[in-house]
T-cell receptor
Framework: NAGVTQTPKFQVLKTGQSMTLQCAQD?????MSWYRQDPGMGLRLIHY???????DQGEVPNGYNVSRSTTEDFPLRLLSAAPSQTSVYFC???????????FGSGTRLTVV | QKEVEQDPGPLSVPEGAIVSLNCTYS??????FMWYRQYSRKGPELLMY????GNKEDGRFTAQVDKSSKYISLFIRDSQPSDSATYLC????????????????FGKGTKLSVKP
């Protein structure tokens, strides 16, 4: 049982490049989400999913896309990276009927 | 005004001290109140959660929620150097499909340092 696994752990992008941050969980959780964490801003919700085929926007969705084709995977796509997207990105999941949101170890992204 | 306010600190205390961490909020629809601990360069880990008002104790940690004042607290007794971390309060207003508590609104986090 690996929990929530994020790859890569570190990434440097040039402005305008695209990339996909991977997130996988092996706990059969229906709910998954992506947050970004910036200094002085706390964690903010980007997108979330309540099950395969269902996604919705959070507080800061602009510049990001998500899809949920399986229960296990919830990738986050940066369409055209901008320096403002330099941040630490956390994927999270939780089982139904609980408040136990479990976070991955994060992806540190720098856009230059 | 941000929905959840938390003093970012930093807070430095000697080993063995009682630590009090607090958050205030403005959304009266919040029902679930959580405290996360985050070590440097790691993901947040859930410490405690409380539904609605009241107290909850787990070892050296006590969480309190006062919905009438829109104020939540986390107390750490007999603090240890291993408690040095950033503590994040988080809140949730609704349950999503499947019964999960849904999306979390976080405070900015308070950085705690416990000196030996």
């Amino acid at each position: 049982n690996a929990g929530v696994t994020q790859t890569p752990k570190f990434q440097v992008l040039k402005t305008g490049q695209s990339m996909t941050l991977q997130c996988a969980q092996d706990m059969n959780h229906e709910y998954m989400s992506w947050y970004r964490q910036d200094p002085g801003m706390g964690l903010r919700l980007i997108h979330y999913s309540v099950g395969a085929g269902i996604t919705d926007q959070g507080e800061v969705p602009n510049g990001y896309n998500v899809s949920r084709s399986t229960t296990e995977d919830f990738p986050l796509r940066l369409l055209s990276a901008a320096p403002s997207q330099t941040s630490v990105y956390f994927c999270a999941s939780s089982p139904p009927g609980t408040v136990r949101v479990i976070f991955g170890s994060g992806t540190r992204l720098t856009v230059v | 005004q941000k929905e959840v306010e938390q003093d970012p600190g930093p807070l430095s205390v000697p080993e063995g001290a009682i630590v009090s961490l607090n958050c205030t909020y403005s959304n009266s629809a919040f029902q679930y109140f959580m405290w996360y601990r985050q070590y440097s360069r790691k993901g947040p880990e859930l410490l405690m959660y409380t539904y609605s008002s009241g107290n909850k104790e787990d070892g050296r940690f006590t969480a309190q929620v006062d919905k009438s004042s829109k104020y939540i607290s986390l107390f750490i007794r007999d603090s240890q150097p291993s408690d040095s971390a950033t503590y994040l309060c988080a809140m949730s207003a609704r349950r999503n499909y499947g019964g999960s508590q849904g999306n979390l609104i976080f405070g900015k986090g308070t950085k705690l340092s416990v000196k030996p």
